[in-house]
């Protein structure tokens, strides 16, 4: 390691130096605790009792090696502080973890796994102009075996991989799975940010997963968590004595959510927070990270009038642009709700460097407009037409996120408007528009299904309701729409430019009913909706050098528990660009324009 360049937070593979490293019969233990007075290590194997470590370098860095230390060694720092206080601490650069409540360090063999992943990662890609449908999931609650508490990292994949597959997504991204005590801060509040955590089993367990997504063409995403930490005391809080990684006053130094926040003005805190980000990538073979909270590192805790945090905004520019010099095809995404400039555009180009924004006014808008009672829809009609005006500014990703189906929230089903046979059919025609909308794709398990239970990390989805007609058919209607938006390219090889979207109509303000047209090259497709509850008869629109329209698709069939019987040219009369609709109540249409 550069020492230099970790002062600096110039780092990217201070995890390799630091923590717990195999040679030679046993381990070197490494770490930076500037302030501390003395510290000792202490294993299993030998009755935990401590074995005082050296200084090194400059004084600030404690180091030891010990014997009989073997893959598997559980291990702790004693601290022993200025203040006369002595604290037991996890390895901030620990590769494992005990399970909670427990939270000994483990030593890991970071070279025992062999990936079989070549192919998967010549050809990777960010997905710019090409399909990117994104299964988000939370580990410990997609499936559980009754009387057990989770499935282990391989047996997840074993049910998950195939479910991906069949239901027509292409990425998986994993809720956070860095150490953390809480289950319900659902891996958000974190311990240990190198150790993957133990609930699902060890790091050569996860790499497996990760392998096996990969032999099926799956990509895997990490959501990761560069803003704040857990205050737990045997981690990273108070760690020798001062304030390390966090900021020693709270106006700042406290999260909204009681965490501690990384202080990113510090070097040796953006090399802990870039080699983190980089060790995923590398040593796991992760396909992209998920930035949680970049609000609050753009603005000091997230509030735009307290102004810019520019030395967290130069440590997101310089790790992004670190990952994506190292790993072009690896997609970056970010979690941020502001109207900060330029977050898409590259480093190079004075851009956040980030590939994907999540686009959460689209996603407010779009709700806000469904949970409205007919009646008044039409004072909220350009919801669904605003996002247009801005969506060039950057590059979106629509999210259906996890944070829109808990604490009361409801699930996205249950956000429809009006009783139950309603919210099936609005539903249907909500995740046409969002699939024929501009911008890759997010959904949250359980959505796919129209679970009406909000999500709880503690138990399984309600697979159950599988065999219940209504949620068959719209599991079908998913799947059938998923592999549409992943097998022809008019829905994603222009997602970011303008040719690729034009509104056909946008101003029935009084009948909520849209139209629009997606193209790519020579093949277009038109989209009509109709948001009401009652229907429209003749509804005329034209469309320029067109010869006809083929249906591919209706929300309201049969098939997809809907009641309309008519066959395609009972729904749409009329040629060459001259065409006549008769739309049912809260129905979506897709044609083939020729």
């Known amino acids: 390691m550069d020492y230099y360049d970790f002062y600096t937070g110039k780092e990217f ?26 510290i000792t290590v202490m294993t299993d194997t030998n009755d935990w009792n401590e074995i005082e470590m050296d200084r090194v370098y400059n004084g600030q860095f404690f180091e030891k090696f010990v014997e009989g230390v073997k893959e598997g060694t559980q291990y702790k720092y004693k601290i022993y502080k200025n203040n006369g206080n002595v604290t037991e601490h996890c390895d901030p650069y620990g590769f494992g973890m005990q399970l909670r409540p427990d ?48 499935y282990n990292y391989e047996e997840v994949a074993q049910r998950l991989i195939p479910y991906v597959k069949e239901n027509g997504y292409n990425y998986i991204e994993m809720l956070p799975i860095s150490e953390h005590p809480c289950d319900e801060s659902w891996g958000y509040q974190n311990t240990g940010f190198f150790a993957p955590t133990s609930r699902y089993g060890t790091m050569n367990q996860l790499k497996k997963f990760i392998d096996m997504c990969h032999s099926q063409d799956i990509g895997v995403i990490l959501d990761y968590v560069p803003v704040h930490f857990a205050v737990d005391d045997y981690a990273l809080a108070n760690f020798d004595g001062t304030h390390l990684y966090e900021y020693p006053h709270d106006s700042v130094g406290v999260s909204e959510w009681g965490s501690c926040n990384f202080i990113h003005s510090r070097g040796e805190v953006r090399s802990f927070l870039q080699s983190a980000a980089n060790y995923w990538i590398s040593d796991y073979h992760f396909d992209g990270l998920r930035m949680d909270a970049i609000s609050r590192i753009i603005y000091w805790q997230g509030q735009e009038n307290r102004g810019v945090n520019y030395q967290a905004v130069e440590f997101i520019r310089d790790l992004n642009g670190y990952l994506k010099q190292n790993n072009p ?15 898409t555009k590259s480093v190079s180009d004075g851009g956040l460097g980030f590939d994907y924004k999540w686009d959460m006014g689209w996603m407010n808008d779009t709700l806000d407009f469904f949970q409205t009672a007919p009646e008044h829809r039409s004072e909220k009609y350009h919801n669904l037409t605003f996002s247009m005006m801005y969506y060039y500014n950057e590059k979106y990703l629509l999210p259906l996120s996890h944070d829109e189906v808990v604490h009361g929230k409801k699930t996205i089903i249950d956000k429809m408007y009006g009783e139950y046979e309603e919210k099936f059919s609005q539903a249907r025609a909500l995740y046409m528009y969002m699939y024929a909308h501009p911008g890759k794709k997010l959904n949250f398990m359980g959505n796919e299904i129209a679970q009406f239970r909000e999500w709880d990390e503690k138990r399984q989805q309600d697979w159950d309701i599988l065999s219940y007609p209504k949620h068959e058919a719209f599991q079908c209607y ?11 390219k008019v829905f994603s090889e222009l997602d970011f430019v303008e040719d690729g979207f034009k509104w056909i109509d946008c101003h029935m303000e009084e009948h909520c009913i849209y139209c629009f047209e997606r193209s790519s090259g020579d093949e277009r497709v038109l989209f009509v909706f109709n948001f009401m509850n009652h229907s429209y008869e ?34 749409c009369t009329g ?11 809260y129905s979506a249409l897709m044609f083939k324009i020729r």
């Not at 130096?17 to 302030?35: I, M, Q, T």
């Not at 509804?539 to 809907?562: A, K, P, W």
């Not at 040629?575 to 109540?585: A, N, T």
Request: with cysteine.
């Open 13 to 38: 593979e201070a995890h390799k130096y630091l923590g717990a490293h195999l040679e030679n019969g046993g381990a070197v233990f490494r770490v930076f605790a500037p302030a501390a007075n003395k």
């Open 103 to 150: 939270w000994a360090s483990i030593v890991r063999d970071s070279d025992s796994f062999t990936f079989t992943d070549d192919a998967w990662m010549k050809k990777r890609t960010d997905c710019k102009n090409r399909p990117l449908n994104i299964y988000e999931v939370h580990m410990g609650s997609f499936m559980r075996e009754d009387g057990k508490a989770w």
């Open 329 to 343: 095809a690896i997609i970056l995404t970010a979690e941020d709700s502001t109207n900060f400039k330029d977050v």
């Open 478 to 488: 998913m799947k059938q729409l998923n592999n549409l938006y992943m097998d022809d």
């Open 538 to 571: 003749n509804y005329h629109v034209q469309v320029e050098n067109c010869g006809n329209l083929d249906m591919v698709l209706n929300s309201n069939t049969r098939e997809f528990g809907g009641d309309d019987e008519r066959r395609p040219e009972e729904i």
């Open 575 to 585: 040629e060459k660009g001259e065409f006549s609709f008769d739309l049912q109540p």
